[in-house]
């Protein structure tokens, strides 16, 4: 987990020093998420994120963007009787590499680790259902006006396993797979 801060903190020196322009700003917006892989059966699950973003422009077209997201995932699986919400609550740190137009048209693409804060589980014989650390790849358009304001929507593809429990007639080799739709404002601060 040292290891990943440190490399997180690097980029962002080391980005920060060769920016040409730097912005920052709030970011909020609409997760539908699920459950891939393993054998569960689940439907998606509506929740949020919210949080911030940095951005250093390197040139004209092309930027880092890292973001801090508050972000609740999770599914609404079947347990043979009825499908109850799993919910669990990250804090995620996506960073985005963003090719832009002219016009405002942008697309990202970009690794994301998650640390969970907290689940809500109604399966009591399933002690500790994820794991402390998501790791994932995500990937979106979207566009952005002139003075920061925009719209996107990204891709998560969840690269680590959810969980790594036993019971229940659930194999824990599922990922989390999410949807965003988000509303940012990245200011200018350095042009």
């Known amino acids: ?3 990943i801060s440190l490399t997180l903190l690097l980029l962002a020196v080391s980005t920060f ?6 912005k920052f700003g709030p970011k909020v917006g ?8 393993g054998n569960i059966k689940s439907d ?26 508050f972000s609740t995932q999770g ?28 016009g405002g048209l942008y697309i ?3 690794p994301q680790v998650a640390f969970k804060t907290g689940e809500d589980i109604p ?14 790849l995500g990937g979106g358009i979207g566009y952005q006006s ?14 680590s396993k959810v969980g790594d429990f036993k019971g229940n007639n659930i194999d824990p080799d599922f990922k989390n797979s999410v949807i965003q739709v988000s509303l940012f404002w990245a200011i200018p601060v350095v042009k």
Do not use: C, W
């Open 1 to 3: 987990m040292k290891k």
């Open 17 to 22: 020093t060769f920016a040409q322009s730097f």
């Open 30 to 37: 609409v997760n539908v998420s699920n459950y891939t892989s």
């Open 44 to 69: 998606a699950l509506v929740g949020f994120h919210l949080g911030g973003l940095l951005n250093f422009g390197i040139g004209e077209h092309f930027s880092i963007q890292p973001e801090v997201l």
């Open 75 to 102: 599914a609404k699986v079947d347990n043979g009787v009825k499908a109850e919400k799993y919910k669990t609550s990250y804090v995620s740190v996506p960073v985005m590499l963003k090719l832009k137009t002219s």
């Open 108 to 110: 990202e693409a970009g």
């Open 123 to 136: 399966d009591q014989t399933i002690d500790h259902f994820s794991k402390n650390l998501d790791l994932a």
């Open 146 to 159: 002139a003075m920061g304001l925009g719209i996107g929507a990204r891709y998560i593809a969840g690269l």
